[in-house]
């Protein structure tokens, strides 16, 4: 019998591992924080809006073009985006939240001017939206119903005027900040450019009386005190890369790049056209043109956006076509990654002028822009630049010429920001009439909702569609910002 | 050692007194057909012996000893000796193997003809000769309803489906969590039971939900001291199937290739393989063939160029000239001993398996003990320990990307490089810093991968159990049992300078993993055992298990090199590591029971139920019960049954199993933060896609099955039939919201499916004479899922599948089609539809396997074929194949005129000339007022393959699963008693094995047997010889 004692005994030992293992225990995750400070969740936000190159943009906007086969960016016969930014809106929620948690009111202002930022992003690409009803999952709304476009940009405009009045009220210090190292009133200065943006993205709504497009302007020239401006490169909203692991420029060591992309032809043209060195500071010369002067303009070449494939693949098979400069994909730290910029800004004062929004000089800003992005590339401006009649602001097309300077300005920054400004504007013009050009010869106004809406969300997504376009959801049906 | 062990026998024999005579005799069946084999046994001792091919033994023993002849599917036998020498026996056949004993779940034996549920059994025997480097390969077609997709590539675990969902794994009646394949080696392995159903398997709990493989390793057997000795060793000198890569086009892009150095941009045509013809004469070069630049080009002094070489098909061997012979080769030695109190057997086992690709090997080395004592009448115990080692130093990774060497030998290298000139990897003057290849931006030199790319893996396990049962009174008893299983895993990533993964060109790393296990389950209770009257028996236990697990992992990495080719964190070039650890605890509260009656021999209940309490589920609802009942009636006992109706039995099962376990972190309740990246140093964090809902239960499976079994004409023709339903609701899904809602799915109980399936196992021995014996047997399994509901109001899942439908229905990324089933085109190229569309079915419509055995005289003969007919599979493969430039299919005219710049290439379809269409949300046509005209604009071939892959014409690369696989085939030749009287041993035999020898299937180019392709090893045949002894 001691001997069965013994070997129950063994088994009660056994249990003994278990002891320790109480399920009210278990309940908590020693993987993962339920709480955090709000900082936290800054730098990841930051992190997403201001980490914005693109290589389907260059495409698009014909800075580059691709041959590894029919590319729907630069073809332009895109169909769907996606709704990923309704996750950054939800980074921003919690954000907010938890800065209010903690009783802390900066990140909540900061938290209006990204919600702005990233519900632009999603109307402009698609149209009509949720905003109202959107990221409240968690209040068991997962239907949202969708907000007209112009309600969206109504709200917009009052909470980025809002955050920009509560910053300059404010004094508790920003923690996280990676972009502007918590200096208060850079973010300002950021929050009223970008608000020039939206209004001047508003330009088709001028008459407008619920938007008030030009008064908005002028209050935030006409106020530089209360509403500070950028004032050189160093304002810019821009976002430093590292040579550290997943700080690294995007495209960093990225095999497409160096051998599948190559300068679009128009832009490479252009560029000669407006004796522009900045070219030598994008591209590299063409193969064909290798042992030639890398200052010389006929060292390089493009292939044509809408041209055949197959004359590309020739083209660039034969060493007509420059590639990218080598920096977009050897160096990992490369040029920062640029949410808006200070010759953005420039410019967008200079088209206001030019549109009689307000009464300053056009051309003063638009060469401020002009010279601040030649700074950026590190190039400098021959001294006679602006004696040419392409580019002379005093020659007439003064809006083209702007949004032309623009274009060379955002070649590998400023996320689709120019395609955006073309769509607006019709400037500078995107070519469609190579030998393939797919969607009929036209550039895409706008993507289709993304699939999983359909499923998810079908009777909102189907009214949103009906009240909006007769063609149904469509890339090339005209939203209410184009009317 | 043999001498030893006579000697012994013979000491033994003298003490006992009593003088030893020499017992003859044959054993034979009712039909007068001799019996081989049977287990001739001194009762009270430890001698016994088998008798021969022709039924005869021969054995010594005394006056007052009585032997004991068992033999499956036979009655045993007690004769006394008494004056006797020869005893001639006749053993009578178990009606239907009718006391044939199974393994059950918690390792209960139970009488076959008892079950309500699906229980079918491997023996050890089968997995003994033609080795796999895992046992549950070894399954494939043995099991009917028990799937097994075996892979091609190397240490990678096989898919396994019971019954379409993927079953628990128990080794000793310990359930095996970690589902190591690999850890128990085959030679260990008595008897391997698989558990059907969730009634089969419910007994342990939320983690049996699935079904079971039951594995009972070799306990030490009462009888003789023996020592058994198995080798097995395979060669994998071919393959069944390869890919067919066209040797005619070599590298380069719209017909043209010049290597410029290796960036892949220019004329090194962005890494196609669309080049120039290969072997074309010209008479103008000094070897009279095409001539141009190449990466083994000499760069000539004077001009300082790359001198051109011919470009020839001097690669077409590639695939064999890089692949070597895989060899498995398999060893085990085991001692076992018992007696009437004790029993025990030590075994040791390695497996060593080399790769078919250079310089990758798998080690798996067990050493296993296990016994029982029974020193009292009360009280019997048993235990097992098992120390197992997997280790290597390198073996392939596997999926598409550059870090599959298939991608870089297969796929995307032109015959015009000769992959023996790449066996010198490294660029002169660069060593360590910069391999060689025709290709450095996008591809790695597959012998640079293979020599430099090193993966290391080193796995110790330890498992074992311990059993205990004490009588407390005759009908009642105290049983306990504990099982452990531990491990702790080390894993090395070398990663050299210039190696190139997806878009990345490494600047050398090295991470390392480590990650420990520890899990143990305690069962406890009481075991009641009665016969309550004249054939009425119930038995029964009630219990208490407690289930814990705890695991960490750690992984440290670093950002980039200094020194090349120093594996050390020491080394590492970054400012900081890259590392994460993790750590989960999880338990399980339960108590369960179960009372099985039996009537008469004729009728049988059991009834269970189990109580689970997890910490996997929010507190307000992580316990809950779930109960089953099953039953079977042998009908041949009850009616008057004809003569050729040998058995009949039919069976019926219902049973609930509830799980609280969300996928398999245990934390997966809880919502909070994950870490982000961190900028420079300032760290971030994210909130994750997925809301949890605030009331989660856990989800629950409904299964009831009925069952016929019978058997004809004395035993020779058997049929088992299963249907089964099973009904899973409250499942935990992760159901798709609105992204605008702010995150992408929120986890709650909800839809439900429905999973039947129908298993029909045939067995048969058409042919019995006295010196030829041929047994065959058939298992047949059909399995399907429906969509029963769908949460929410939502018309289809995100996978397109509407209530009432398969689950199992693929929906593809298509182009536009008309109604007649043209493509539509525009401007040369096929129009994508923005809507996905269904296009066939993944599962198999059948699942089967043929065993068949001849056996005349000593010699054996055995074969397994095996399969499936329906179904689809998406080869990567073949897509990249046709994109790449690959495909022997490309090579046409259409090809050369690309290559010359001309587009002629007009694909098969129409194009739209008026009218218009209009789609609902859903992508359903509302409107169409298309008119067409065939196709008619020609587009450049090599852009058009480039574009499309081709896939309109295959189907979007989804192709036919089906296929016939001549699995196994073993020629066996045991060694007559004459010879071994000559031989030291008491049992020999010989096999000539092969496996995987011969396939027949309706996808080009790879083995559908893995049931996936995502860029697979080719597969090979494995034919050696298999050497068993004993003694």
Same mark, same amino acid.
């Given at each position: 019998?001691?001997?069965?004692?013994?070997?129950?005994?063994?088994?009660?030992?056994?249990?003994?591992?278990?002891?320790?293992?109480?399920?009210?225990?278990?309940?908590?995750?020693?993987?993962?924080?339920?709480?955090?400070?709000?900082?936290?969740?800054?730098?990841?936000?930051?992190?997403?809006?201001?980490?914005?190159?693109?290589?389907?943009?260059?495409?698009?906007?014909?800075?580059?073009?691709?041959?590894?086969?029919?590319?729907?960016?630069?073809?332009?016969?895109?169909?769907?985006?996606?709704?990923?930014?309704?996750?950054?809106?939800?980074?921003?929620?919690?954000?907010?939240?938890?800065?209010?948690?903690?009783?802390?009111?900066?990140?909540?202002?900061?938290?209006?001017?990204?919600?702005?930022?990233?519900?632009?992003?999603?109307?402009?690409?698609?149209?009509?939206?949720?905003?109202?009803?959107?990221?409240?999952?968690?209040?068991?709304?997962?239907?949202?119903?969708?907000?007209?476009?112009?309600?969206?940009?109504?709200?917009?405009?009052?909470?980025?005027?809002?955050?920009?009045?509560?910053?300059?009220?404010?004094?508790?210090?920003?923690?996280?900040?990676?972009?502007?190292?918590?200096?208060?009133?850079?973010?300002?200065?950021?929050?009223?450019?970008?608000?020039?943006?939206?209004?001047?993205?508003?330009?088709?709504?001028?008459?407008?009386?619920?938007?008030?497009?030009?008064?908005?302007?002028?209050?935030?020239?006409?106020?530089?005190?209360?509403?500070?401006?950028?004032?050189?490169?160093?304002?810019?909203?821009?976002?430093?890369?590292?040579?550290?692991?997943?700080?690294?420029?995007?495209?960093?060591?990225?095999?497409?790049?160096?051998?599948?992309?190559?300068?679009?032809?128009?832009?490479?043209?252009?560029?000669?056209?407006?004796?522009?060195?900045?070219?030598?500071?994008?591209?590299?010369?063409?193969?064909?043109?290798?042992?030639?002067?890398?200052?010389?303009?006929?060292?390089?070449?493009?292939?044509?956006?809408?041209?055949?494939?197959?004359? /590309? =693949?020739?083209? &660039? #098979?034969?060493?007509?076509?420059? !590639? %990218?400069?080598? +920096?977009?994909?050897?160096?990992?730290?490369?040029?920062?990654?640029?949410?808006?910029?200070?010759?953005?800004?420039?410019?967008?004062?200079?088209?206001?002028?030019?549109?009689?929004?307000?009464?300053?000089?056009?051309?003063?800003?638009?060469?401020?822009?002009?010279?601040?992005?030649?700074?950026?590339?590190?190039?400098?401006?021959?001294?006679?630049?602006?004696?040419?009649?392409?580019?002379?602001?005093?020659?007439?097309?003064?809006?083209?010429?702007?949004?032309?300077?623009?274009?060379?300005?955002?070649?590998?920054?400023?996320?689709?920001?120019?395609?955006?400004?073309?769509?607006?504007?019709?400037?500078?013009?995107? /070519? =469609?009439?190579? &030998? #393939?050009?797919?969607?009929?010869? !036209? %550039?895409?106004? +706008?993507?289709?909702?993304?699939?999983?809406?359909?499923?998810?969300?079908?009777?909102?997504?189907?009214?949103?569609?009906?009240?909006?376009?007769?063609?149904?959801?469509?890339?090339?049906?005209?939203?209410?910002?184009?009317? | 050692?043999?001498?030893?062990?006579?000697?012994?026998?013979?000491?033994?024999?003298?003490?006992?007194?009593?003088?030893?005579?020499?017992?003859?005799?044959?054993?034979?069946?009712?039909?007068?057909?001799?019996?081989?084999?049977?287990?001739?046994?001194?009762?009270?001792?430890?001698?016994?012996?088998?008798?021969?091919?022709?039924?005869?033994?021969?054995?010594?023993?005394?006056?007052?000893?009585?032997?004991?002849?068992?033999?499956?599917?036979?009655?045993?036998?007690?004769?006394?000796?008494?004056?006797?020498?020869?005893?001639?026996?006749?053993?009578?056949?178990?009606?239907?193997?009718?006391?044939?004993?199974?393994?059950?779940?918690?390792?209960?034996?139970?009488?076959?003809?008892?079950?309500?549920?699906?229980?079918?059994?491997?023996?050890?025997?089968?997995?003994?000769?033609?080795?796999?480097?895992?046992?549950?390969?070894?399954?494939?077609?043995?099991?009917?309803?028990?799937?097994?997709?075996?892979?091609?590539?190397?240490?990678?675990?096989?898919?396994?489906?019971?019954?379409?969902?993927?079953?628990?794994?128990?080794?000793?009646?310990?359930?095996?969590?970690?589902?190591?394949?690999?850890?128990?080696?085959?030679?260990?392995?008595?008897?391997?039971?698989?558990?059907?159903?969730?009634?089969?398997?419910?007994?342990?709990?939320?983690?049996?939900?699935?079904?079971?493989?039951?594995?009972?390793?070799?306990?030490?057997?009462?009888?003789?001291?023996?020592?058994?000795?198995?080798?097995?060793?395979?060669?994998?000198?071919?393959?069944?199937?390869?890919?067919?890569?066209?040797?005619?086009?070599?590298?380069?892009?719209?017909?043209?290739?010049?290597?410029?150095?290796?960036?892949?941009?220019?004329?090194?045509?962005?890494?196609?393989?669309?080049?120039?013809?290969?072997?074309?004469?010209?008479?103008?070069?000094?070897?009279?063939?095409?001539?141009?630049?190449?990466?083994?080009?000499?760069?000539?002094?004077?001009?300082?160029?790359?001198?051109?070489?011919?470009?020839?098909?001097?690669?077409?061997?590639?695939?064999?000239?890089?692949?070597?012979?895989?060899?498995?080769?398999?060893?085990?030695?085991?001692?076992?001993?018992?007696?009437?109190?004790?029993?025990?057997?030590?075994?040791?086992?390695?497996?060593?398996?080399?790769?078919?690709?250079?310089?990758?090997?798998?080690?798996?080395?067990?050493?296993?003990?296990?016994?029982?004592?029974?020193?009292?009448?009360?009280?019997?115990?048993?235990?097992?320990?098992?120390?197992?080692?997997?280790?290597?130093?390198?073996?392939?990774?596997?999926?598409?990307?550059?870090?599959?060497?298939?991608?870089?030998?297969?796929?995307?290298?032109?015959?015009?490089?000769?992959?023996?000139?790449?066996?010198?990897?490294?660029?002169?003057?660069?060593?360590?810093?910069?391999?060689?290849?025709?290709?450095?931006?996008?591809?790695?030199?597959?012998?640079?991968?293979?020599?430099?790319?090193?993966?290391?893996?080193?796995?110790?396990?330890?498992?074992?159990?311990?059993?205990?049962?004490?009588?407390?009174?005759?009908?009642?008893?105290?049983?306990?049992?504990?099982?452990?299983?531990?491990?702790?895993?080390?894993?090395?990533?070398?990663?050299?300078?210039?190696?190139?993964?997806?878009?990345?060109?490494?600047?050398?790393?090295?991470?390392?993993?480590?990650?420990?296990?520890?899990?143990?389950?305690?069962?406890?209770?009481?075991?009641?055992?009665?016969?309550?009257?004249?054939?009425?028996?119930?038995?029964?236990?009630?219990?208490?298990?407690?289930?814990?697990?705890?695991?960490?992992?750690?992984?440290?990495?670093?950002?980039?090199?200094?020194?090349?080719?120093?594996?050390?964190?020491?080394?590492?070039?970054?400012?900081?590591?890259?590392?994460?650890?993790?750590?989960?605890?999880?338990?399980?509260?339960?108590?369960?029971?179960?009372?099985?009656?039996?009537?008469?021999?004729?009728?049988?209940?059991?009834?269970?139920?189990?109580?689970?309490?997890?910490?996997?589920?929010?507190?307000?609802?992580?316990?809950?019960?779930?109960?089953?009942?099953?039953?079977?009636?042998?009908?041949?006992?009850?009616?008057?049954?004809?003569?050729?109706?040998?058995?009949?039995?039919?069976?019926?099962?219902?049973?609930?199993?509830?799980?609280?376990?969300?996928?398999?972190?245990?934390?997966?309740?809880?919502?909070?933060?994950?870490?982000?990246?961190?900028?420079?140093?300032?760290?971030?964090?994210?909130?994750?896609?997925?809301?949890?809902?605030?009331?989660?239960?856990?989800?629950?499976?409904?299964?009831?099955?009925?069952?016929?079994?019978?058997?004809?004409?004395?035993?020779?023709?058997?049929?088992?039939?299963?249907?089964?339903?099973?009904?899973?609701?409250?499942?935990?899904?992760?159901?798709?919201?609105?992204?605008?809602?702010?995150?992408?799915?929120?986890?709650?109980?909800?839809?439900?499916?429905?999973?039947?399936?129908?298993?029909?196992?045939?067995?048969?021995?058409?042919?019995?004479?006295?010196?030829?014996?041929?047994?065959?047997?058939?298992?047949?399994?059909?399995?399907?899922?429906?969509?029963?509901?769908?949460?929410?109001?939502?018309?289809?899942?995100?996978?397109?599948?509407?209530?009432?439908?398969?689950?199992?229905?693929?929906?593809?990324?298509?182009?536009?089609?008309?109604?007649?089933?043209?493509?539509?085109?525009?401007?040369?190229?096929?129009?994508?539809?923005?809507?996905?569309?269904?296009?066939?079915?993944?599962?198999?419509?059948?699942?089967?396997?043929?065993?068949?055995?001849?056996?005349?005289?000593?010699?054996?003969?055995?074969?397994?074929?095996?399969?499936?007919?329906?179904?689809?599979?998406?080869?990567?493969?073949?897509?990249?194949?046709?994109?790449?430039?690959?495909?022997?299919?490309?090579?046409?005219?259409?090809?050369?005129?690309?290559?010359?710049?001309?587009?002629?290439?007009?694909?098969?379809?129409?194009?739209?000339?008026?009218?218009?269409?209009?789609?609902?949300?859903?992508?359903?046509?509302?409107?169409?007022?298309?008119?067409?005209?065939?196709?008619?604009?020609?587009?450049?071939?090599?852009?058009?393959?480039?574009?499309?892959?081709?896939?309109?014409?295959?189907?979007?690369?989804?192709?036919?699963?089906?296929?016939?696989?001549?699995?196994?085939?073993?020629?066996?030749?045991?060694?007559?008693?004459?010879?071994?009287?000559?031989?030291?041993?008491?049992?020999?035999?010989?096999?000539?094995?092969?496996?995987?020898?011969?396939?027949?299937?309706?996808?080009?180019?790879?083995?559908?047997?893995?049931?996936?392709?995502?860029?697979?090893?080719?597969?090979?045949?494995?034919?050696?010889?298999?050497?068993?002894?004993?003694?």
């Amino acid at each position: 019998m001691k001997r069965i004692i013994s070997i129950i005994a063994l088994f009660i030992l056994s249990f003994y591992f278990n002891a320790c293992s109480k399920i009210e225990d278990l309940q908590e995750d020693p993987n993962r924080a339920t709480s955090v400070s709000p900082e936290l969740l800054l730098t990841n936000i930051e992190t997403k809006a201001f980490n914005n190159v693109s290589l389907s943009s260059a495409l698009a906007s014909r800075y580059l073009s691709y041959t590894n086969g029919v590319n729907s960016n630069q073809y332009y016969n895109w169909q769907r985006s996606g709704f990923g930014k309704y996750d950054d809106l939800k980074q921003v929620k919690k954000m907010m939240e938890e800065s209010e948690n903690a009783g802390i009111e900066v990140y909540q202002i900061l938290g209006r001017f990204f919600n702005s930022y990233f519900i632009v992003d999603l109307t402009r690409t698609f149209g009509d939206v949720p905003y109202t009803e959107a990221v409240l999952a968690t209040e068991a709304i997962y239907q949202p119903v969708y907000d007209s476009q112009k309600s969206i940009y109504l709200r917009v405009l009052d909470d980025l005027k809002s955050a920009s009045d509560d910053l300059a009220e404010n004094d508790e210090p920003i923690v996280g900040d990676v972009v502007f190292k918590g200096n208060k009133l850079q973010w300002r200065k950021l929050i009223n450019a970008y608000y020039l943006r939206v209004l001047m993205s508003l330009s088709n709504k001028t008459g407008d009386s619920d938007l008030n497009i030009k008064s908005r302007f002028q209050e935030i020239i006409n106020n530089p005190s209360q509403y500070p401006l950028m004032t050189s490169n160093s304002d810019n909203g821009a976002l430093n890369y590292f040579n550290i692991q997943d700080n690294r420029y995007p495209y960093f060591n990225d095999n497409d790049l160096q051998t599948a992309y190559y300068m679009e032809q128009n832009f490479v043209d252009k560029l000669k056209d407006f004796e522009d060195p900045r070219l030598f500071s994008f591209a590299e010369p063409k193969p064909k043109a290798a042992n030639a002067d890398a200052n010389d303009f006929e060292s390089y070449g493009g292939l044509k956006g809408s041209e055949d494939l197959n004359i /590309n =693949t020739s083209k &660039a #098979v034969a060493g007509e076509a420059s !590639r %990218i400069a080598e +920096r977009y994909f050897f160096d990992p730290v490369n040029e920062p990654s640029i949410l808006m910029s200070y010759w953005e800004q420039e410019f967008i004062i200079a088209e206001a002028a030019v549109r009689s929004w307000i009464s300053v000089d056009a051309e003063t800003h638009y060469r401020n822009g002009v010279v601040a992005s030649f700074d950026f590339f590190n190039t400098k401006i021959p001294d006679d630049y602006f004696d040419n009649n392409l580019i002379d602001l005093n020659t007439g097309n003064e809006i083209q010429k702007i949004l032309e300077q623009k274009y060379i300005s955002m070649f590998m920054n400023t996320g689709w920001q120019i395609f955006f400004e073309q769509r607006r504007t019709g400037f500078p013009e995107f /070519n =469609t009439d190579g &030998a #393939v050009i797919l969607n009929n010869g !036209r %550039i895409p106004k +706008r993507w289709m909702y993304p699939m999983d809406e359909a499923t998810n969300n079908g009777k909102n997504l189907e009214e949103a569609i009906n009240r909006q376009f007769s063609e149904g959801d469509d890339i090339n049906a005209q939203m209410w910002l184009l009317n | 050692m043999t001498k030893k062990i006579t000697l012994l026998l013979f000491l033994l024999a003298t003490t006992i007194g009593f003088s030893q005579n020499q017992i003859t005799g044959e054993i034979t069946d009712n039909d007068g057909i001799p019996l081989g084999g049977v287990n001739v046994l001194l009762l009270h001792s430890s001698e016994g012996i088998i008798s021969d091919f022709d039924g005869k033994y021969s054995i010594e023993a005394t006056s007052r000893d009585t032997l004991e002849f068992s033999f499956m599917g036979f009655r045993t036998q007690r004769i006394a000796v008494k004056d006797q020498t020869i005893i001639d026996v006749v053993l009578a056949e178990d009606a239907s193997q009718l006391n044939e004993v199974v393994v059950t779940a918690l390792g209960i034996k139970k009488e076959k003809k008892a079950l309500g549920y699906a229980v079918q059994e491997v023996g050890g025997q089968k997995l003994e000769k033609a080795k796999e480097p895992n046992f549950v390969n070894s399954l494939t077609g043995r099991v009917a309803g028990l799937n097994i997709k075996n892979s091609t590539d190397l240490f990678q675990d096989p898919q396994i489906s019971l019954r379409g969902s993927s079953p628990l794994l128990v080794i000793d009646g310990i359930p095996d969590r970690t589902t190591d394949l690999w850890k128990v080696n085959s030679d260990d392995i008595e008897s391997i039971s698989v558990l059907k159903g969730a009634t089969a398997s419910a007994l342990y709990g939320s983690v049996g939900r699935n079904g079971a493989i039951m594995i009972t390793t070799k306990k030490g057997k009462k009888g003789k001291f023996t020592v058994t000795v198995n080798n097995s060793t395979m060669f994998q000198p071919s393959f069944i199937k390869v890919p067919d890569v066209q040797t005619t086009y070599g590298n380069g892009n719209q017909g043209v290739y010049a290597y410029v150095n290796g960036s892949g941009s220019g004329t090194e045509g962005g890494g196609w393989i669309w080049g120039p013809r290969l072997d074309q004469l010209d008479p103008s070069t000094p070897s009279g063939y095409f001539e141009t630049p190449q990466y083994n080009s000499e760069v000539d002094p004077d001009t300082g160029k790359l001198i051109p070489l011919p470009y020839i098909s001097r690669g077409a061997n590639n695939i064999e000239n890089f692949f070597r012979t895989g060899i498995i080769q398999t060893n085990n030695v085991s001692v076992d001993w018992g007696s009437e109190k004790a029993s025990f057997r030590t075994s040791i086992s390695n497996v060593y398996q080399k790769g078919i690709v250079p310089n990758t090997d798998l080690n798996n080395t067990s050493f296993s003990l296990g016994g029982s004592l029974n020193p009292s009448e009360n009280l019997f115990i048993n235990s097992s320990l098992t120390y197992n080692k997997q280790y290597t130093d390198n073996f392939p990774e596997v999926g598409y990307g550059p870090t599959n060497y298939l991608y870089n030998l297969v796929l995307w290298t032109g015959v015009d490089v000769d992959i023996r000139d790449l066996r010198n990897y490294w660029r002169e003057g660069e060593v360590g810093y910069q391999q060689r290849h025709f290709n450095i931006s996008y591809y790695n030199n597959p012998y640079f991968q293979a020599y430099e790319y090193q993966r290391g893996y080193n796995k110790d396990n330890v498992f074992g159990n311990l059993n205990l049962e004490y009588k407390l009174t005759p009908h009642l008893s105290l049983k306990g049992r504990a099982g452990t299983n531990v491990y702790s895993l080390n894993r090395t990533y070398k990663e050299p300078k210039s190696y190139i993964g997806y878009g990345d060109r490494s600047r050398g790393d090295f991470t390392v993993v480590d990650a420990t296990y520890f899990d143990i389950t305690t069962d406890f209770g009481l075991k009641y055992e009665n016969q309550i009257a004249d054939k009425i028996g119930v038995s029964g236990e009630l219990a208490y298990v407690n289930y814990y697990r705890k695991s960490t992992s750690h992984s440290t990495a670093t950002d980039g090199l200094n020194i090349p080719g120093f594996y050390n964190l020491d080394n590492n070039a970054g400012v900081t590591f890259i590392a994460i650890n993790r750590e989960e605890k999880e338990t399980i509260h339960s108590f369960y029971g179960f009372v099985d009656f039996d009537f008469y021999d004729t009728f049988y209940l059991s009834l269970s139920g189990r109580n689970d309490k997890v910490s996997t589920l929010p507190e307000a609802n992580n316990s809950f019960f779930y109960p089953s009942i099953s039953g079977s009636l042998v009908f041949t006992e009850l009616l008057n049954t004809p003569d050729w109706l040998t058995f009949g039995k039919i069976r019926g099962s219902w049973s609930q199993v509830s799980e609280g376990k969300i996928g398999n972190n245990p934390y997966n309740h809880i919502q909070a933060y994950e870490k982000g990246t961190s900028w420079n140093g300032t760290p971030s964090t994210y909130f994750g896609n997925e809301l949890l809902s605030s009331d989660l239960k856990p989800e629950t499976s409904d299964t009831w099955e009925v069952g016929l079994n019978a058997r004809f004409l004395n035993s020779r023709l058997g049929i088992d039939v299963a249907y089964y339903q099973t009904k899973d609701y409250n499942n935990l899904i992760y159901s798709s919201i609105s992204q605008s809602s702010g995150y992408n799915s929120i986890l709650l109980n909800g839809d439900e499916y429905k999973r039947k399936g129908i298993e029909v196992v045939l067995d048969a021995n058409p042919i019995r004479t006295k010196d030829f014996r041929w047994d065959t047997q058939i298992n047949l399994s059909q399995y399907r899922k429906y969509q029963e509901e769908i949460y929410g109001d939502r018309e289809q899942t995100d996978g397109f599948i509407r209530v009432g439908d398969r689950t199992d229905k693929i929906y593809a990324g298509v182009y536009q089609t008309n109604e007649d089933g043209q493509v539509i085109f525009e401007n040369g190229y096929p129009v994508s539809d923005p809507y996905s569309r269904f296009i066939g079915y993944d599962e198999p419509d059948l699942t089967y396997g043929i065993s068949n055995t001849l056996s005349y005289k000593n010699v054996s003969l055995s074969f397994l074929f095996d399969g499936r007919l329906g179904g689809l599979m998406y080869s990567t493969t073949n897509q990249k194949m046709w994109w790449g430039g690959t495909s022997p299919g490309t090579v046409n005219q259409y090809r050369d005129d690309a290559n010359k710049g001309e587009s002629t290439f007009v694909g098969n379809g129409v194009k739209v000339v008026g009218g218009s269409v209009t789609y609902d949300v859903s992508g359903n046509i509302l409107n169409d007022t298309r008119t067409y005209a065939p196709n008619d604009v020609p587009v450049n071939y090599i852009n058009f393959m480039q574009t499309t892959s081709n896939g309109y014409n295959k189907n979007y690369h989804y192709y036919k699963e089906d296929f016939i696989k001549l699995r196994e085939l073993t020629l066996s030749y045991n060694f007559t008693e004459k010879l071994l009287s000559k031989l030291p041993f008491d049992n020999l035999s010989l096999s000539f094995i092969g496996r995987n020898l011969w396939l027949s299937s309706k996808i080009p180019n790879v083995d559908p047997d893995p049931g996936r392709d995502n860029l697979q090893a080719p597969a090979t045949r494995s034919i050696g010889i298999n050497l068993n002894a004993k003694f």
